[in-house]
C-alpha cells in the first residue's frame, strides 16, 4: 500500500480508481471479521480508503515535501486508525480515521520541512532574525521587514518557534519538551463525533434550505451561504426590488430555517 517515486505517482492513484467506499454495513462487517483474524477482510477495508488519505495529503502539497512521501506517511495513519477502529461506534473508518491520517502526516511535513527548507532564501532568513530579536508573531509584520508574503510567514511560524527549543531533548531529568507539551487536539472519538455532527448539520441545512421558496432560496443562499455575500442593495437590483424588501424576505428566511433547524439543534445540544 505504499507509494514509489514521483513518476510512479499517477500510476499510483490510477491504480485506486477502481477502488469503490464501502457502505456502512460492508465496512462493519468487514472491520469485525479483521478483528477476528480474517486478514483478506482487513486489506480490503483499509484499501477502500486510500484515494480518502490522497484527499488529505493534498492538503500539505504546499510544504514542499515530496507528496508520494506525504501520501505514504497517511497510509502509515490510516493503518493505525484501522487497528484501532471499534466497530460498536456509529462512525465510519474514514471519519475516525482522518485523525490518525493528518497526525502523522503533520508530524512528518513538519520535520522534513525544518530540515530542508528553513533559511534557504534571505527572505526567510531577515524573517527568522526579526523573529529572534522581536520575538513578534505578527505574519504583516515579519512580512514587511522580511520580503515574504504574509501566507509564507504564516507558514514559517511554527519552524521559527522549533528552532527555538528542540522538541525532542531533554532538561536534567525531565522529558523531552514534545513529550511535556499539553495536547490542544481532540481525540480521535471526539474528531469523529465533530464530523458526524457537521455532516448531518449539513444535511439539516440543505433540507431546510429546500423548504423555502425560490426567491428565499436564492437570498439565502446570497447572503448566508458565500464568503463574499453581496449587499442588500445590489440584491435588491437583481431581484426588482427594494433593499428593504429583500431585508424583509432575509429575516423571513431566517425564521423558517429556525424552525425547520430547531429540532436538530435539541438532538445535539
Not at 55 to 67: D, K, M, T
Not at 106 to 111: A, D, G, I, K, L
Not at 176 to 197: C, G, K, Q, W, Y
Amino acid at each position: 500500500m505504499g507509494t514509489a517515486d514521483g513518476g510512479s505517482l499517477r500510476a499510483y492513484r490510477d491504480s485506486l480508481s477502481g477502488l469503490r467506499a464501502l457502505d456502512r454495513e460492508t465496512e462493519r462487517d468487514l472491520a469485525q471479521r479483521w478483528l477476528e483474524g480474517d486478514q483478506r477482510a482487513g486489506t480490503r477495508l483499509v484499501e477502500a480508503c486510500l484515494p480518502f488519505v490522497i484527499s488529505i495529503a493534498l492538503e500539505y502539497r504546499r510544504w514542499g515535501v515530496p507528496l508520494e512521501d506525504i501520501i505514504q506517511q497517511g497510509n502509515l495513519g490510516l493503518l493505525k486508525a484501522a487497528a484501532k477502529f471499534d466497530t460498536k461506534k456509529e462512525c465510519r473508518l474514514a471519519t475516525y480515521a482522518a485523525y490518525w491520517i493528518r497526525a502523522e502526516i503533520r508530524e512528518y511535513v513538519v520535520r522534513a520541512f525544518r530540515v530542508v527548507r528553513l533559511g534557504t532564501t534571505k527572505g526567510e532568513r531577515r524573517a527568522l532574525r526579526a523573529y529572534r530579536r522581536t520575538q513578534t508573531t505578527d505574519p504583516a509584520e515579519l512580512a514587511k521587514v522580511s520580503g515574504l508574503t504574509e501566507d509564507r510567514v504564516r507558514m514559517l511560524l511554527p519552524l521559527f518557534a522549533g528552532r527555538e527549543v528542540s522538541l525532542d531533548a531533554g532538561v536534567g531529568d525531565m522529558a523531552p519538551a514534545i513529550d511535556r507539551m499539553p495536547s490542544s487536539s481532540l481525540t480521535p472519538e471526539d474528531e469523529a463525533s465533530v464530523h458526524e455532527i457537521t455532516a448531518q448539520a449539513g444535511v439539516a441545512v440543505r433540507a431546510a434550505v429546500g423548504e423555502l421558496d425560490e426567491r428565499e432560496q436564492m437570498i439565502v443562499r446570497a447572503r448566508l451561504m458565500t464568503e463574499d455575500p453581496p449587499t442588500l442593495q445590489e440584491l435588491g437590483n437583481r431581484l426588482g426590488v427594494s433593499k428593504e424588501r429583500v431585508r424583509q424576505l432575509e429575516e423571513r428566511a431566517r425564521t423558517k430555517l429556525r424552525g425547520e433547524l430547531s429540532a436538530f439543534a435539541d438532538l445535539v445540544a
